[in-house]
C-alpha cells in the first residue's frame, strides 16, 4: 500500500474508534442493529445528497451513522457529526436550531417530534425516531445523555457573539456561519458574494425582539478586507442610498449598514429608519 494510503487509512481508523465510543451496545430494548457506517469529507453525499453542502460548509470532517433496533422493529437511528472545531459544531447546530423545546442534554439540546439535537465540543449530534412514543423517547434521552457524557466537555462558544447584547434578539433565530450561501439560506441577501465571505469571516445573524428585523454582525481577519466587503456592498445593494449607509427598501422597511475596524454591521428590514440607526449604534458601542 502506498505511503499516503497507509496515513489515511490510519487516520479514518482514528476517527472511527474516537466516535465508535460514544455509543452504547444498547439502551433500553433497543439494540445495535446493523453495522456502523462512516463518512469522510466530501463521501457526506452518499448519505444525504444535496444536504451535504451544509456541513461542509462549516468544515465537516466525519459523520458515524448507528441504527438500533427493539424487539417490535422499531427503530433509533443516530447520526454523530466531527466537525473539527468546537465552532463549526455550534455553527451547524445553529443552523437547525429553533425547532423545538430546549433539553439539558449537550450544549443546547433540542427535542421535537422525535427528533433530539445538541452539540457538545467538536460534535453535532442528532438522534430520530421514527414515531413519537414514551418509552422509545425516553430511550432517546438516555441515549443522548449517554452520548454527551462520552464526548466529555464542552466547547466554547464564538467570540464575535460577546458582542450582541443579551435580551435584544430571540434565542432561536441566531446563526453562526461564515460562507454567503448559509447566509442566502436565512435572509436572502444576493446571487453573488457582495460581501466577500470566505473560511477566514465570522458571522452571525439575529432578528431582534423590538422589530423582527435582521441584525447581521460580519468580523473580517484585517481592515483592507473589511474596506473592500463595505465598498462591494455598498456598491451592489445600497447604490442610491439618499444618505451614506441608510435606505428604505421595496418592502416599505428600512436598511442600515456600518462599518467599524474589522466589523461590518448591516440591519435588514428595520421597521423604521430611526430603529435602524439605533440598532446599528448598540452594536457598534460593544465592539472593541
Known amino acids: 500500500m502506498a505511503p499516503l494510503l497507509i ?11 474516537t466516535m465508535q465510543k460514544f455509543i452504547p451496545p444498547s439502551i433500553d430494548q433497543w439494540g445495535i442493529s446493523e453495522s456502523t457506517r462512516f463518512y469522510s469529507g466530501d463521501q ?57 423545546p430546549r433539553v439539558d442534554i449537550g450544549q443546547d439540546g433540542e427535542n421535537k417530534a422525535g427528533l433530539l439535537c445538541f452539540w457538545r465540543e467538536k460534535y453535532f449530534v442528532c438522534i430520530k425516531i421514527e414515531e413519537e412514543e414514551k418509552r422509545a423517547t425516553a430511550a432517546v434521552m438516555e441515549l443522548g445523555k449517554h452520548i454527551a457524557n462520552m464526548i466529555g466537555r ?20 441566531l446563526r ?51 474596506d473592500s466587503a463595505y465598498n462591494s456592498f455598498m456598491t451592489n445593494y445600497m447604490p442610491d442610498a439618499p444618505e451614506i449607509g441608510v435606505i428604505e427598501t421595496e418592502n416599505k422597511k428600512w436598511t442600515t449598514c456600518t462599518r467599524h475596524k474589522n466589523f461590518i454591521i448591516v440591519v435588514f428590514d428595520a421597521a423604521t429608519k430611526s430603529q435602524g440607526i439605533i440598532s446599528l449604534d ?4 460593544r465592539l472593541p
Do not use: W
Open 7 to 17: 496515513l489515511l487509512s490510519f487516520m479514518t481508523a482514528m476517527t472511527d474508534t
Open 44 to 100: 457526506i453525499f452518499n448519505y444525504m445528497d444535496g444536504a451535504g453542502e451544509v456541513y461542509l460548509a462549516y468544515k465537516f470532517k466525519d459523520l458515524l451513522v448507528q441504527r438500533y433496533a427493539s424487539p417490535d422493529k422499531s427503530e433509533i437511528l443516530v447520526e454523530i457529526f466531527n466537525m473539527g472545531l468546537p465552532r463549526n459544531a455550534f455553527g451547524i447546530y445553529t443552523y437547525m436550531q429553533g425547532r423545538g
Open 154 to 173: 464542552d466547547g466554547d462558544r464564538p467570540a464575535i457573539l460577546r458582542h450582541l447584547p443579551e435580551g435584544i434578539y430571540l434565542e432561536n433565530t
Open 176 to 226: 453562526y456561519f461564515y460562507r454567503y450561501e448559509i447566509l442566502n439560506n436565512h435572509f436572502f441577501l444576493a446571487g453573488g458574494n457582495i460581501l466577500h465571505m470566505n473560511d477566514s469571516t465570522e458571522c452571525t445573524l439575529v432578528r431582534l425582539k423590538q422589530d423582527k428585523s435582521y441584525l447581521l454582525l460580519v468580523q473580517y481577519p484585517n481592515i483592507e478586507q473589511t
Open 282 to 285: 448598540t452594536i457598534k458601542r
